[in-house]
């Protein structure tokens, strides 16, 4: 694999097809028109074979690869958009059960495979990340070569490179060649073509810039590539859901522990019924629509020192209602009201009753905390009454065993265990029950105490979206650098015009890598104010020969 000296004096790395300084075809072929793909210049993937970089190289810099990781890449991102991805089921669902329940065996099936976290399985990163390697490598196997060959080129080029353009015309013994090569000159620079002469031949080039605009293109996707996988670090994105009871607060995700969010009030407004104008869409939703609805916070900060888990310690820092479209922000967090949830249960207070007629228990009354159960309860007088089992959404599961499907209190089920005056606790058994809404049941044969619900109560909860975005600068960075390349690719096209006078010979030649009618009307242009003629294209010649060829070999009259 030696590097190949051409007879201009140029050496040209092994492998490429027209020497890079004259242009003269290095490498016979039987075709008529030159190879203009990347000036016929050598790529590396053409050229080193034998080490295993050259074939990792190799295989990456094929375009029919990047077509193929693309395609591979579009199926598998379908495949996550069947069903709803982890992130988006509704708040506090155990995916494992979810998807069956949801989907069926599919669903099951979905789960099972990941599909339900697709996007940032290590699979699916690792397509990304040979989507990126594709296109550095095809950028770089391409662009360099075609770089050097436009830098190093001349303005003389070899007669054989000119005669195998696709645009060509010599004409021999032409008349005031010097004062046209003038005036085409000028006539050039006036449509903005950038002149260079060498020997007094003329090389006329413009619109060079727009051959960089696939490779633009490559840096904004590889640009764009990166910030997609950056929203996989913590510190880069953010997108949770958290649940807010009203006159609670909660940490804020991502701040570590720093910053809080209380509820001080949810409130909805509906749409009036009375109002005729709502009343033909009220008829047709079938009842009563939100208008609107919003959480009155206030943003709270642990102050400097503060232990994590103390309430004492933390400072207001602002206030805010967040409406949809309307969140609270602070430090690049954005928190957008996206959900509700309305008589959520709270809390159930419960007394002891006993079946004996002469034991007064009025005295016992107790407090459960649905979101928050103490394990056990005492009292004055002797009675202790512990939640052996708390069950918040009860279900029974497929081997007959109780099991809960998420912690929101949506159907909860305690199982009480009553220890009387006098009983030791920790070496005998209590009377077991299970109680819950309308449930009330013992475990272990018949009770002398009975635990009754006396009282619920219920609260209004926000669901909110905590979201932090750095990486959006980023994606857009790439997708503006994207843009400029597809318009620099699109709307602009490369083009070169060489005059040159050879002892009284007049030769033209011209190339475009697109647009080969504006090339033209440049040449017609020259040739209506000159008397240099018009270029006949080659490829048109070709195709009129082999169509006349078809022609006779199908006409009887030659057989």
Same mark, same amino acid.
Request: proline fraction near 4%; aromatic fraction near 12%; charged fraction near 25%.
């Given at each position: 694999?030696?590097?190949?000296?051409?007879?201009?004096?140029?050496?040209?790395?092994?492998?490429?097809?027209?020497?890079?300084?004259?242009?003269?075809?290095?490498?016979?072929?039987?075709?008529?028109?030159?190879?203009?793909?990347?000036?016929?210049?050598?790529?590396?993937?053409?050229?080193?074979?034998?080490?295993?970089?050259?074939?990792?190289?190799?295989?990456?810099?094929?375009?029919?690869?990047?077509?193929?990781?693309?395609?591979?890449?579009?199926?598998?991102?379908?495949?996550?958009?069947?069903?709803?991805?982890?992130?988006?089921?509704?708040?506090?669902?155990?995916?494992?059960?979810?998807?069956?329940?949801?989907?069926?065996?599919?669903?099951?099936?979905?789960?099972?495979?990941?599909?339900?976290?697709?996007?940032?399985?290590?699979?699916?990163?690792?397509?990304?990340?040979?989507?990126?390697?594709?296109?550095?490598?095809?950028?770089?196997?391409?662009?360099?070569?075609?770089?050097?060959?436009?830098?190093?080129?001349?303005?003389?080029?070899?007669?054989?490179?000119?005669?195998?353009?696709?645009?060509? +015309? =010599? %004409?021999?013994? *032409? !008349?005031?060649? &010097?004062? @046209?090569?003038?005036?085409?000159?000028? #006539?050039?620079? /006036?449509?903005?073509?950038?002149?260079?002469?060498?020997?007094?031949?003329?090389?006329?080039?413009?619109?060079?810039?727009?051959?960089?605009?696939?490779?633009?293109?490559?840096?904004?996707?590889?640009?764009?590539?990166?910030?997609?996988?950056?929203?996989?670090?913590?510190?880069?994105?953010?997108?949770?859901?958290?649940?807010?009871?009203?006159?609670?607060?909660?940490?804020?995700?991502?701040?570590?522990?720093?910053?809080?969010?209380?509820?001080?009030?949810?409130?909805?407004?509906?749409?009036?019924?009375?109002?005729?104008?709502?009343?033909?869409?009220?008829?047709?939703?079938?009842?009563?629509?939100?208008?609107?609805?919003?959480?009155?916070?206030?943003?709270?900060?642990?102050?400097?020192?503060?232990?994590?888990? +103390? =309430? %004492?310690?933390? *400072? !207001?820092?602002? &206030?805010? @209602?967040?409406?949809?479209?309307?969140? #609270?922000?602070? /430090?690049?967090?954005?928190?957008?009201?996206?959900?509700?949830?309305?008589?959520?249960?709270?809390?159930?207070?419960?007394?002891?009753?006993?079946?004996?007629?002469?034991?007064?228990?009025?005295?016992?009354?107790?407090?459960?905390?649905?979101?928050?159960?103490?394990?056990?309860?005492?009292?004055?007088?002797?009675?202790?009454?512990?939640?052996?089992?708390?069950?918040?959404?009860?279900?029974?599961?497929?081997?007959?065993?109780?099991?809960?499907?998420?912690?929101?209190?949506?159907?909860?089920?305690?199982?009480?265990?009553?220890?009387?005056?006098?009983?030791?606790?920790?070496?005998?058994?209590?009377?077991?029950?299970?109680?819950?809404?309308?449930?009330?049941?013992?475990?272990?044969?018949?009770?002398?105490?009975?635990?009754?619900?006396?009282?619920?109560?219920?609260?209004?909860?926000?669901?909110?979206?905590?979201?932090?975005?750095?990486?959006?600068?980023?994606?857009?960075?790439?997708?503006?650098?994207?843009?400029?390349?597809?318009?620099?690719?699109?709307?602009?096209?490369?083009?070169?015009?060489?005059?040159?006078?050879?002892?009284?010979?007049?030769?033209?030649?011209?190339?475009?890598?697109?647009?080969?009618?504006?090339?033209?009307?440049?040449?017609?242009?020259?040739?209506?104010?000159?008397?240099?003629?018009?270029?006949?294209?080659?490829?048109?010649?070709?195709?009129?020969?082999?169509?006349?060829?078809?022609?006779?070999?199908?006409?009887?009259?030659?057989?």
């Amino acid at each position: 694999m030696e590097k190949v000296k051409c007879e201009c004096g140029h050496v040209n790395p092994y492998g490429t097809y027209l020497c890079e300084s004259c242009g003269k075809p290095l490498i016979e072929e039987k075709g008529k028109l030159a190879n203009m793909r990347y000036e016929g210049v050598a790529r590396r993937s053409q050229t080193y074979t034998r080490t295993f970089v050259d074939k990792i190289w190799n295989f990456f810099s094929s375009v029919k690869v990047g077509i193929w990781i693309i395609v591979v890449l579009l199926l598998t991102s379908s495949l996550g958009t069947l069903f709803p991805q982890e992130m988006y089921i509704p708040p506090g669902e155990n995916a494992t059960i979810y998807y069956e329940q949801e989907y069926g065996t599919l669903g099951k099936l979905y789960y099972q495979l990941g599909f339900h976290n697709l996007y940032s399985s290590w699979w699916y990163m690792l397509i990304i990340a040979a989507l990126g390697i594709s296109l550095v490598i095809c950028s770089l196997d391409r662009v360099v070569p075609l770089h050097r060959a436009l830098k190093t080129q001349r303005v003389t080029r070899h007669e054989a490179f000119l005669k195998r353009q696709r645009l060509f +015309s =010599e %004409t021999d013994n *032409a !008349e005031n060649i &010097d004062e @046209d090569m003038i005036k085409a000159e000028s #006539l050039l620079k /006036e449509k903005r073509y950038k002149i260079r002469k060498e020997n007094g031949n003329i090389l006329a080039e413009k619109g060079r810039f727009s051959r960089w605009g696939p490779y633009v293109n490559h840096i904004g996707l590889i640009i764009f590539l990166i910030g997609g996988m950056l929203r996989f670090f913590p510190e880069m994105y953010l997108d949770e859901h958290v649940w807010v009871r009203e006159g609670e607060q909660e940490v804020i995700s991502g701040t570590n522990g720093e910053y809080f969010l209380r509820n001080n009030e949810f409130m909805i407004e509906l749409y009036d019924e009375e109002d005729e104008k709502y009343q033909p869409a009220l008829e047709r939703a079938g009842g009563p629509v939100v208008k609107t609805y919003q959480t009155s916070a206030t943003l709270l900060r642990r102050e400097a020192g503060g232990t994590i888990g +103390s =309430e %004492t310690e933390l *400072a !207001e820092v602002k &206030d805010h @209602d967040i409406r949809v479209n309307d969140p #609270l922000t602070f /430090e690049g967090f954005s928190l957008y009201q996206v959900d509700y949830k309305l008589n959520e249960l709270s809390s159930f207070t419960f007394t002891l009753e006993s079946e004996e007629e002469n034991t007064d228990l009025t005295d016992i009354q107790f407090e459960v905390d649905l979101n928050d159960p103490e394990d056990v309860y005492e009292f004055d007088n002797g009675y202790r009454i512990e939640i052996v089992e708390y069950f918040p959404n009860f279900v029974i599961d497929d081997n007959r065993e109780p099991t809960t499907i998420n912690r929101i209190p949506d159907n909860p089920r305690i199982i009480f265990e009553v220890f009387p005056p006098g009983t030791d606790h920790e070496e005998e058994q209590g009377e077991l029950s299970l109680v819950g809404i309308q449930v009330n049941e013992p475990l272990n044969g018949e009770n002398d105490y009975a635990i009754r619900m006396t009282d619920v109560d219920m609260v209004n909860v926000t669901g909110l979206t905590i979201r932090k975005d750095r990486t959006l600068p980023i994606i857009s960075v790439g997708g503006f650098i994207f843009m400029i390349g597809l318009v620099q690719g699109s709307y602009w096209h490369h083009r070169r015009i060489w005059i040159q006078n050879r002892n009284g010979r007049l030769v033209l030649a011209g190339h475009a890598n697109k647009n080969w009618h504006g090339l033209k009307k440049d040449f017609k242009y020259l040739s209506d104010e000159t008397a240099f003629p018009m270029p006949v294209d080659q490829s048109e010649e070709s195709s009129e020969e082999e169509n006349e060829g078809v022609n006779e070999s199908h006409d009887p009259t030659q057989r």
